[in-house]
């Protein structure tokens, strides 16, 4: 459902009460955002956790869990395979493992919403597992390729059902004895790779995943932590993981670290909004996750890593940032593996640089939750920024942008959040057509920013 048009403006200053002026002056002087920013759990580590936690034996511990729809919905598909999983409440919860060969084939239709992870990553377990499941999701779910992980999944023996339209809804039907995998993935992708090594564990021997170019590797590192074997050897930006089958996980508790992806909009915010200031707390900084930091740094980005520790295998810090004078860059093709979610952020920033942002190798962002470098393109250009999209490129020509366009998210819970932000800093404010999905992977981003003294008017 569409909700009314929210307009971005500061409360403190009546904004909302000013007509917008398209061409006119500057005509706001918003205030700096300021103090501690908790960061919602990682998108990405709360369905492993989830899905590793219900397929190992004895009970886990998850704390951080992000509470957003697309990682409820895993929770739930974990229930109709036959683990217990319960919410003990303030991010924690808890998840009864089914051991090895313990899922069943589940009586309805596993629903995965709007989650391209939850869906694939669960479609590996399911081929794996030697039972059968039906895979449905909304409607931008159900119009994203999946042959790109059902076509590997086929090789295990397993039998996929989608009328040949390498979409949801499909049936996938695990063999009995599944055949373990040497597959070198065409696309560069975390979800893909998690599925081929998902269902390896219910294969024998060894499952083998050649990457091009290294995605994220919390699979490799939570499967770790879980007991399986598992081993990856990289030169340059290549990696070969291979992982033991017939793999006995066993229970293990996760502290879930704060989003990057999330972590992404305050950040640029506090970047454009001048005077601000704030503290990022517990941000995952795993080294296939943290492209946009390194990027907005060499733009000028004023940020800076404190209380360096590790959680869950994984490498955390608090980010200082503080307002700076960005200017535009070169972003290669090689960022975009370690970044991929974060470009709608780093467009907006690119719209208030000194000179032009050009990023390349962006092809992926065509079949994310909507087509995001149009829907990035389009937003810029109605608000007044001189952008240019290619097949798999984007050029962001900044300065100030002029704002007072209304844009359109296409359902996309990313290219809201990023449009929210930029309306923070335009000389007028800027509408997004709808902020339900925001709900899928930062449930409390109104709050979160109005803590750090953002207002939006919904
Ligand atoms: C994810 C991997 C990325 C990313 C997605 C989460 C994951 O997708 O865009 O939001 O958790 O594995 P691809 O692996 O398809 O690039």
Known sequence: MRLDATQISRDKMGMSDRPATPQGPNVRAPEPLSGHFRVPGDKSISHRALILAAMATGTS??????EGDDVLATAQAMRQLGATV???????????????AGFKTPTHAL???????GARLVMGVVAGAGISAEFTGDASLSRRPMARVTKPLAQTGAQ?????TGRLPLTITGAAQPLPLDVAPEFASAQVKSAILLAGLGAPGKTTVREKHITRDHTENMLA???????????????????DGHARLRAHDIAVPGDPSSAAFPLVAALIVPGSKLRL???????????????????????KRCNERTEAGEPIADLDVAYSTLKGIEVGADMAPSMIDEYPALAVAAAFAEGTTHMAGLGELRVKESDRLAAVEAG????????????????VSGGTPVGGACVTTHDDHRIAMAFLVMGLATQNPVRVDDTAMIATSFPNFFEAMAGIGARFDV
Do not use: H, Y
Request: proline residues 2%.
């Open 111 to 117: 629903d995965f919403g709007n989650s391209g992870t």
């Open 380 to 395: 810029l250009r109605e608000n007044g920024v001189n952008v240019e999209a290619g097949t798999d490129s984007l050029s």
């Open 160 to 164: 996929i059902e989608d009328n040949g």
């Open 225 to 243: 932590l879980f007991g399986a074997k598992i081993s990856s050897q990289r030169s340059g930006a290549e990696n070969i993981v291979t992982l």
């Open 86 to 100: 319960c919410n003990l409440g303030d991010g924690v919860w808890e998840v009864g493992g089914c051991g090895p």
């Open 61 to 66: 511990r998850i704390t951080g869990l992000l």
């Open 281 to 303: 707390e517990n941000v995952l900084l795993n080294p296939q996750r943290d492209g946009l930091i390194r990027t907005l740094t060499r733009m000028g980005a004023n940020i």
